[in-house]
């Protein structure tokens, strides 16, 4: 008589059923799963804090868990800095423009612009994680407009995602 081979199953002890798509398998007897694409992209992500007072700013930018930061561009002159949590963000907001942040403070990184629309490449990428409890895919910012007025401040990050 003629035998069917199973479906494999948590289970089932049973054989790979291949469709030529999803599951593919060479002259040579090779499987091969086709997952969809896995290469790790580098993704632009920003947000905007509306009439930013001049001085400090908070803004949440909604990304990762974990990333690899390799730019930020900021619509307006500004002194940014890139924070792992909430609590990291508050106690460094005294320091000053200028001042290295101290080891172990959660400061991920920081970038100061001069003109409009300014990129800076950070360089080499820095990574960077949320440390919150549990980890939420937040990156915290704080903002300083160095202008004159109140204005509209946008915030792009060019990351690496590298954890949820």
């Given at each position: 008589g003629s035998y069917t081979l199973p479906t494999a199953s948590t289970t089932i002890l049973?054989?790979?059923?291949v469709d030529g798509?999803?599951?593919t398998i060479d002259g040579n007897g090779v499987i091969t799963a086709n997952a969809g694409s896995t290469t790790p992209?580098?993704?632009d992500i920003?947000?905007?804090?509306?009439?930013?007072?001049?001085?400090?700013n908070n803004l949440n930018i909604t990304g990762y868990k974990g990333y690899v930061l390799y730019k930020a561009t900021v619509s307006k002159p500004s002194w940014v800095r890139v924070y792992v949590d909430s609590a990291s963000r508050s106690a460094d907001a005294g320091r000053s423009l200028?001042?290295?942040?101290?080891?172990?403070?959660?400061?991920?990184?920081?970038v100061h612009t001069?003109?409009?629309?300014?990129?800076?490449l950070v360089t080499p990428g820095v990574l960077g994680f949320n440390n919150d409890n549990p980890r939420?895919?937040?990156?915290?910012?704080s903002v300083i407009n160095l202008g004159s007025s109140a204005t509209?401040?946008?915030?792009?990050?060019?990351?690496?995602?590298?954890?949820?």
């Amino acid at each position: 008589g003629s035998y069917t081979l199973p479906t494999a199953s948590t289970t089932i002890l049973g054989g790979v059923k291949v469709d030529g798509t999803s599951i593919t398998i060479d002259g040579n007897g090779v499987i091969t799963a086709n997952a969809g694409s896995t290469t790790p992209s580098i993704t632009d992500i920003s947000d905007t804090i509306v009439n930013a007072a001049v001085g400090v700013n908070n803004l949440n930018i909604t990304g990762y868990k974990g990333y690899v930061l390799y730019k930020a561009t900021v619509s307006k002159p500004s002194w940014v800095r890139v924070y792992v949590d909430s609590a990291s963000r508050s106690a460094d907001a005294g320091r000053s423009l200028g001042a290295d942040p101290q080891p172990g403070s959660g400061v991920v990184a920081e970038v100061h612009t001069y003109q409009d629309n300014q990129a800076v490449l950070v360089t080499p990428g820095v990574l960077g994680f949320n440390n919150d409890n549990p980890r939420e895919p937040t990156i915290y910012l704080s903002v300083i407009n160095l202008g004159s007025s109140a204005t509209n401040i946008t915030v792009t990050l060019t990351l690496l995602k590298i954890g949820e």
